[in-house]
């Protein structure tokens, strides 16, 4: 009989911690573009393993149908997110409302 391996907690508190060092490395740098550059690249790292760990796992569970919704979702995420920062030159106008 196969035994339940519970929550993937090695997965959870990696994904957490390469949330933290990335708005740590990016809150420190010095100047608006570098942290847009720095931002795109994370946004990339970020959908490339979260679409690494969404086919690993839909493809152990035999749904590997479903990487035809989830794929083209990461990456459509992904662009609008660079997308949308790269046009706003300042975003707090879009908060603030002034």
Do not use: C
């Not at 608006?32 to 994370?42: C, G, T």
């Amino acid at each position: 009989m196969k035994t339940d391996s519970g929550p993937p907690y090695f997965l959870i508190v990696s994904w957490i911690a390469f949330g933290l060092v990335s708005w740590l490395w990016i809150a420190t740098r010095s100047s608006a573009e570098e942290k847009r550059l720095w931002h795109r690249r994370f946004i990339i790292v970020a959908g490339i393993l979260f679409g690494a760990f969404i086919s690993f796992s839909l493809v152990s569970w035999g749904q590997s149908q479903a990487l035809l919704i989830f794929l083209p979702a990461i990456v459509l995420i992904g662009y609008l997110n660079i997308d949308v920062t790269d046009k706003i030159e300042r975003p707090f106008i879009l908060i603030a409302g002034s």
